[in-house]
């Protein structure tokens, strides 16, 4: 089995995963391949129901459904590949000193009940939360004894406010980090708050919470089994406000620090982090 992910981005990719361990448990014996261009194959390292790149057999070319009329992102890649989908929790396998790694880069030895992991980047404008909000969230959970460690590919980007720049999290290791190593620190972490952007998969892949701010993509089609979503108005925007959104969606203006704060405090109490 070929396995082809032509389109789409970190997260997505890191949903085929999940994909292909449900595969492996259907059919253990037959080869499994995947090719995401080359942009993600360092979410499959280490992977032990990939095999090397199988002669012949079958090639599926994988396609991104957005409605989640069916289920989250695994489900529909399940559906492609004509196997059930008991389990749709991505999984990202870690070296024993990749791990070890992730946890070097938060310097001197923390509790790791008390480290959240943020993410402020989004893709589109529609799915970006104001950084005066973001502050304010990082600055409280700073005030209440917990290590916020922001991380990301690259630093955020808000269109409608022409501005690039990250937040006064404690720890910033943003721009800084391969995929491998966003990983191993996402796994050292109690929880993770992101809007709906890569980072958020990555965390369900090597088992951290995520309280999840969403707008555009209905909720259930990119979470899982351990995220708390935060939602916007359940009516379309007017499109009010100075933002350059290409369509409509549920504003993530009229979510709140206290929403995210409430729904981050639920997390860690639903999902508390071994010591």
């Not at 529609?126 to 600055?139: A, D, F, K, P």
């Not at 958020?200 to 909720?219: E, F, I």
């Amino acid at each position: 089995m070929r396995i082809y992910l032509p389109e789409g981005g970190l997260g997505d990719a890191a949903a085929v995963t999940a994909a292909v361990r449900e595969f492996h448990r259907e059919h253990p014996e037959e080869p499994v391949h995947v090719n995401t261009m080359h942009r993600y194959d360092d979410l499959y390292r280490w992977n032990p129901h990939l095999r090397e790149r199988p002669e012949g057999g079958r090639a599926v070319v994988l396609e991104l459904e957005r409605d989640g009329a069916l289920g989250n992102i695994p489900m529909s890649f399940c559906r492609q590949l004509g196997v059930r989908c008991l389990n749709s929790t991505p999984e990202v396998y870690l070296l024993p000193s990749e791990e070890a790694g992730g946890s070097a880069r938060l310097g001197s030895p923390v509790d790791r009940r008390r480290l959240v992991a943020v993410d402020v980047w989004a893709r589109a404008e529609s799915r970006t939360w104001r950084l005066e909000r973001w502050e304010e969230l990082v600055s409280r959970l700073a005030r209440e004894g917990y290590l916020v460690v922001e991380l990301g590919r690259r630093v955020a980007t808000y269109t409608h406010r022409r501005e690039k720049r990250a937040t006064s999290a404690p720890l910033n290791l943003v721009g800084q980090l391969s995929i491998r190593e966003t990983l191993a620190v996402l796994k050292v972490c109690a929880l993770f708050i992101g809007t709906d952007s890569g980072s958020s998969h990555l965390a369900a892949a090597v088992g951290t919470p995520q309280v999840v701010l969403y707008s555009r993509s209905p909720w259930y089609s990119r979470a899982y089994w351990n995220t708390t979503p935060v939602l916007g108005s359940r009516h379309p925007c007017p499109r009010l406000c100075d933002r350059e959104c290409s369509e409509s969606f549920f504003c993530l203006d009229e979510i709140t620090p206290n929403h995210v704060h409430a729904a981050a405090q639920l997390a860690l109490s639903r999902f508390p982090k071994e010591p």
